[in-house]
């Protein structure tokens, strides 16, 4: 079995989605911080099955083991954590705790539960900012934010519990940036409150639940002057953990793969492409440039090709159309006067 931590969240539930479909069972534990409980009747809306579910928290110790002693758990395909660059940035503290701390708390339930094989929900934000690009799995390490800061800092501890132990298996997965929803609708990316990334906040805009969207800085040394970044279908990423999940089940030691699609795209190309793909106008206004953004970044996707055979298979355009589609159906409606 299966466990998936953060799985009623976007790349979660995607990528359980995927599990599922291909026979395996899977165990998911949220604690429905910035998802919802709604997720789990899609998901077996979408595949047929409902997955086993448990309200818990990393932080929460006797919860882990209750989870761990009440199932036959062999991998663990760990999401779970606060996620949000600029309440990082505000409240540091809160992020060291919960996704550090509560990565320690997961990592030692496995262990005295004997089961050493993760793969781990990384971000290309463990790079630093003065690169070469395309980023390769080699290129140096840097954070700008605390919450970067905990990524970095959980991929040095499995490094060196790869080193203490040779039995366990790890994977670290550096997502670049995943937009994109299910085919069905069902299931995409809702965050609560003011979207951090791209396409939320764009569809926010053609809804008109917001007014407009700020393009932080235009004087980027890029194709149009703004910043320049590899967007992935959250389908081809939730198969990648699928790849990552075959690749690890019979092997020790740990592997590190970037997930992106190898191209890069500004941010008024994305808008482009979501206005020809779905007919609808954009608002924008240029803002200042945010502090730690660079203007280009995108991976080098080999390793994850010739290693576990990734390939993204979704262009721009249809992450556009399904994070629409997703978009139409999820968003809440306007308030009317009436």
């Not at 395996?24 to 997720?39: T, W």
């Not at 970044?297 to 390793?303: E, F, G, I, M, S």
Request: with cysteine; hydrophobic share 35%.
């Amino acid at each position: 079995m299966i466990l998936i931590t953060g799985g009623t969240g976007y790349i979660g539930s995607h990528t359980a989605v995927k599990l599922i479909e291909q026979g395996h069972e899977i165990v998911i534990f949220d604690n429905l911080y910035n998802s919802k409980i709604d997720a789990l009747d899609n998901i077996e809306k979408i595949t047929g099955v409902r997955p086993k579910f448990y309200k818990a928290d990393m932080l929460d110790k006797d919860a882990l083991d209750k989870i761990f002693k009440e199932n036959q758990i062999h991998c663990v395909i760990h999401f779970a954590g606060l996620k949000a660059v600029g309440e990082s940035v505000e409240e540091p503290l809160k992020y060291f705790h919960n996704n550090i701390t509560g990565t320690i708390n997961l990592l030692m339930t496995m262990q005295k539960n004997n089961c050493k094989k993760i793969i781990f929900s990384s971000s290309a934000t463990v790079y630093g900012t003065t690169q070469t690009m395309p980023l390769d799995e080699t290129s140096p390490m840097g954070v700008t934010n605390p919450y970067g800061r905990t990524k970095l800092v959980i991929e040095d501890m499995l490094k060196d519990l790869s080193n203490s132990d040779k039995e366990w298996g790890i994977v670290l997965l550096r997502y670049f940036n995943p937009i994109g929803a299910h085919k069905s609708s069902l299931i995409g990316e809702n965050p609560k409150g003011i979207p951090n990334n791209l396409m939320p906040y764009i569809c926010k805009v053609a809804r008109g639940e917001l007014p407009v969207l700020n393009v932080f800085g235009n004087d980027y040394d890029t194709i149009d002057g703004t910043g320049v970044r590899d967007y992935i279908h959250v389908e081809d990423l939730a198969e990648g953990h699928v790849k990552a999940y075959k690749k690890i089940i019979n092997q020790k030691g740990l592997y590190t793969y970037n997930l992106g699609t190898g191209k890069g795209y500004s941010v008024l190309q994305v808008i482009d492409a979501f206005e020809k793909a779905n007919k609808i106008k954009i608002n924008y206004k240029f803002a200042q440039r945010r502090a730690g953004d660079v203007a280009i970044v995108y991976a080098d996707t080999k390793k994850a090709e010739e290693e576990l055979g990734f390939k993204a298979k979704y262009n721009l355009e249809d992450m556009c159309k399904d994070s629409w589609n997703f978009a139409k159906m999820n968003l809440k409606k306007l308030p009317t006067n009436e």
